[in-house]
């Protein structure tokens, strides 16, 4: 049966931008591809991969940046200085970079207490080394009371491809098997079962984590990588929409085949929220050749970082990108990105 994920709901028309702009899903999308990509259009640019791969003379480089703006600023498993250095180091992980170097920018509302920013700041430096980088430059600026929330951080970072494979979404083809390398949906729920006091028997804690080194396993082991993408704003669902997209596949999921723990499960039911839709901060899902599927499964469930690794999923030819998933009872719905914002402030 053919699916078409066309939304009779004009929804790309607005006058002013709304939370849901930086939410991940349609909205961001749009909002990226109607103004910053026709703005600043350039080759580079348009592989629209976490980060972006520039030559020259001594070989290549990963380039990236981001930015974290996430509330509370400490929640179970983290907090915004140790995840910006993970979020950064994973960006350039997927284009299968050995990240070097970062730089750090705060933002910092006046009146914050400098025991918590000492505290952010000792965490980043502490994850930095963690992972293997330098922070070697960064800036300084104080906002007004009232108009920062604390604490705002940017982070830059490059590193080094010492691989000659292609790791990018427009490399996807038919025959790929999909991967991820771990439970999905905790860090959106750790962060939101803070926010709204919600208890459970254990703790829900981020699973922000540098994911790098795993990456950097699998290319030593000669696995052919096809694509590489951290599953943070919009989740799952929201990544292998524009993979799809951006390779012109289907890509099919079985959903039992998608780890997901029973608390966060729980917690996405309690709030109306499907798992696949929510942001993790130390998970990818990787598009690998399927004769070289079950070793990599195997090299990353070998990885602390990769443990809950599963196959759960591959890609089939078609006339239009989409991604489907397959329930628990057999029937096939698509699988399509949120059309705005459902966790804001999670990253």
């Not at 703006?69 to 994973?90: E, K, L, Q, Y």
């Not at 918590?116 to 930095?128: E, F, I």
């Not at 459970?200 to 790098?212: G, K, L, N, R, T």
């Not at 998970?283 to 690794?309: N, P, W, Y």
Request: charge should be negative; charged fraction near 20%.
């Amino acid at each position: 049966m053919e699916f078409t994920s066309n939304c009779p709901i004009p929804i790309s028309q607005y006058p002013h931008v709304l939370m849901a702009h930086g939410g991940g899903g349609k909205l961001m999308h749009q909002l990226i591809g109607k103004m910053f990509l026709t703005a600043f259009n350039n080759p580079l640019l348009e592989t629209q991969h976490d980060s972006t791969v520039v030559e020259w003379p001594g070989g290549k480089l990963a380039f990236t940046t981001d930015s974290y703006v996430v509330r509370p600023i400490f929640f179970p498993g983290g907090d915004i200085g140790s995840m910006a250095v993970h979020g950064t180091v994973n960006d350039l992980a997927m284009s299968g970079a050995r990240p070097l170097y970062l730089s750090s920018a705060f933002i910092i509302e006046e009146g914050l207490p400098m025991e918590t920013l000492w505290r952010v700041v000792s965490s980043m430096s502490d994850a930095a080394r963690r992972c293997g980088v330098q922070i070697i430059t960064g800036d300084t600026k104080v906002v007004d009371k009232g108009k920062g929330d604390g604490l705002f951080i940017n982070t830059a970072g490059i590193g080094v491809i010492e691989h000659e494979q292609k790791i990018a979404p427009q490399n996807v083809r038919p025959g790929d098997v999909v991967l991820v390398s771990g439970d999905l949906g905790r860090h959106g729920m750790a962060i939101m079962a803070v926010r709204e006091g919600l208890a459970f028997e254990s703790q829900i804690e981020s699973d922000s984590a540098p994911v790098a080194d795993l990456v950097l396993e699998l290319l030593r082991a000669g696995i052919e990588i096809h694509c590489l993408r951290d599953l943070t704003r919009g989740g799952l669902a929201s990544a292998l929409n524009e993979i799809a997209e951006a390779s012109v596949v289907k890509i099919e999921i079985v959903e039992n085949s998608v780890p997901v723990r029973e608390d966060v499960h729980a917690a996405c039911e309690m709030l109306g929220l499907d798992p696949l839709h929510v942001a993790c901060e130390g998970r990818f899902a990787a598009f690998i050749a399927a004769k070289d599927a079950e070793c990599a499964l195997q090299i990353m469930r070998g990885h602390v970082v990769g443990t809950g690794s599963a196959v759960i999923g591959q890609v089939v030819e078609s006339s239009a990108p989409l991604v489907t998933l397959k329930s628990a009872i057999g029937a096939n719905r698509i699988l399509d990105m949120p059309s705005g914002e459902q966790l804001p402030r999670i990253c």
